[in-house]
């Protein structure tokens, strides 16, 4: 009985020196919600384009990105997405020792995405976004027409639309 009691906590205690508390919660990708207002304006991230908001990039971790959002006849709005270390790093001083916060750090698990989400504010009134010339952003126009269809028949409400709607892109390196 003292054998098998023995086994058992030495199991335990392994499992728990193996874990890496970043990399089992995070991941090594953050999803990154990109909106604006109006909304379907061109969205590029470290000058990829990524279509017309609302969009999802699910972006490395560890990487420093810039986001640009623009609007024909408007300055682009730019914000840099830096990361930070996630507070879920702390719990490998409590379970997984060094070796947690080596695998965290060898796959930059240890960090989140700051900001989370970026939202885009361009004054002036909505309709502009139908009467401007058509940017680079071909998706921009159907989007929003297809997105306007929604609310009208009222098949969905704007705070659904990010979820159900929104162009969703796979990690960039």
Same mark, same amino acid.
């Given at each position: ?10 199991? =335990?205690? %392994? ?27 061109? !969205? ?21 990105? !810039?986001? #640009? ?12 997405? =830096? ?5 879920? %790093?702390?719990?490998?001083? %409590? ?6 916060? =080596? ?34 952003? *071909?998706?921009?126009?159907? %989007?929003?027409?297809? #997105? ?7 098949? *969905? ?8 709607? *929104?162009? #969703?892109?796979? *990690? =960039?390196?």
């Amino acid at each position: 009985m003292i054998g098998q009691w023995r086994t058992l906590v030495g199991i =335990v205690i %392994v499992g728990l020196t193996l874990t890496s508390c970043a990399t089992i919660v995070n991941g090594q990708h953050q999803e990154l919600a990109v909106t604006s207002q109006p909304e379907a304006l061109c !969205v590029s991230i470290n000058g990829q384009s990524y279509g017309a908001t609302p969009v999802i990039a699910s972006l490395h971790r560890g990487h420093v990105y !810039v986001v #640009r959002v623009e609007q024909h006849g408007s300055p682009p709005y730019e914000i840099s997405v =830096v990361p930070v270390v996630s507070p879920w %790093v702390w719990g490998n001083l %409590v379970f997984g020792g060094l070796i947690g916060v =080596v695998v965290d750090f060898s796959n930059d698990a240890l960090y989140d995405l700051s900001p989370n989400r970026v939202h885009a504010l361009f004054p002036g009134p909505q309709e502009q976004a139908h009467t401007m010339k058509p940017s680079e952003c *071909a998706a921009e126009e159907a %989007v929003l027409e297809e #997105r306007q269809k929604q609310l009208t028949k009222g098949i *969905a409400s704007p705070s659904n639309l990010l979820k159900d709607s *929104a162009i #969703r892109h796979s *990690a =960039v390196n």
